[in-house]
């Protein structure tokens, strides 16, 4: 089998900005493997720390990393070969993300239907950045002109503070009461605890659904505190890259968020899940930076998943790739063998 791969620019149709810091696109490397009759493909988005590997680095990585495999060994053994090696999760998604597809299109089945999962029935939410309340009221017509969501996603944890916040809020409540939509939350770490103990009560008192990552990753130990007397489910994020980060504080959170480019694509992800079912936690499923490439294959396996957040391909301008559709506002894959995502 042979591995082949292309970086193409990401450009984000709105700038996104979260508590870390607004960003406007990505370079994104696609893996392809081919084994002379069928071609697999995958898709990483890379990590926003300039300290990390970038698309350029995983692309010398993975060829390195390929030249050593033995074709018979499979898709999980790979995963765990790469995941031991130290190799970026983001990278190792690309590739197992190819991997999948590739067994898919070669057993002629989805990829959903490899793993028995069933068809997703949550609708995705569609996200809206931290910004002013009064590009608030410009934007939220915007996002969903020509579009039914069900759900929005605001970030918050401005570094202008919770008052920035709450201004941020109340606004996007406003602006979106003519859609009927339910609000979740997602303060990207920014808060410390003592934010995150108001907001979290005054989100509740206006029906928000969920609160995810109100800590930041490295504060994991306040996490008691604030599980304590919640006044909405908490829900991590960059606090879990692989499910045995699981194991240290399952019991002061109510669900995880998966994403593949975090725990090393479809394989990560089933272990996740997995151990979530173990610990009664409930899950939900985002994205990063990715095209419809890397969202289908989420899509495959987002049928298990209670809260579905994968809406980055539609904030593209173009998305690359063609893949799982939105119907009725729900994310539906396709039943093309693999993850039934296409570049263009």
Known sequence: MRLFSRIIQIKKRFPLTISRGTHTGSSNLFVVIDDGEHKGIGEMSPSKDPSDPNSEDCKNIL??????????????????????????????????????????????????????????????????????????????????????????????????????????????????????????????????????????????????????????????????NLYKNRALPIYVDESCNYAEDIEEWHEYVDGVNIKLMKCGGITGAVEILESCKTHNLKSMIGCMGESSVSISAAAQISGVIQHIDLDSHLNLSPDPATGAELIDGILMPNDLPGHGAKLK
């Open 63 to 224: 060829n390195e990393f390929w030249k050593d495999i033995n074709p018979k060994l499979g898709i999980k053994e790979i995963w765990q070969l790469a995941k031991d090696k130290n190799i970026a999760p983001y990278a190792i998604a690309a590739l197992d993300i190819a991997l999948w597809d590739l067994k898919g299109k070669k057993q002629n089945e989805s990829i959903r239907t490899m793993l028995n999962m069933p068809l997703p029935s949550a609708p995705t939410s569609i996200t809206l950045g931290i910004m002013s309340p009064e590009e608030v009221a410009i934007r939220i017509p915007l996002l969903f002109e020509n579009q039914k969501f069900k759900s929005l996603k605001v970030k918050l944890g401005s570094p202008d503070g919770i008052e920035f916040d709450k201004a941020m809020f109340s606004q996007a409540l406003e602006s979106s009461k003519e859609f009927d939509v339910i609000c979740r939350v997602d303060a990207n770490g920014g808060w410390n605890l003592e934010q995150a103990k108001r907001m979290t009560e005054w989100l509740a008192e206006r029906n928000v659904d969920y609160i995810e990552q109100p800590l930041a990753k490295g504060d994991e130990g306040n996490l008691k």
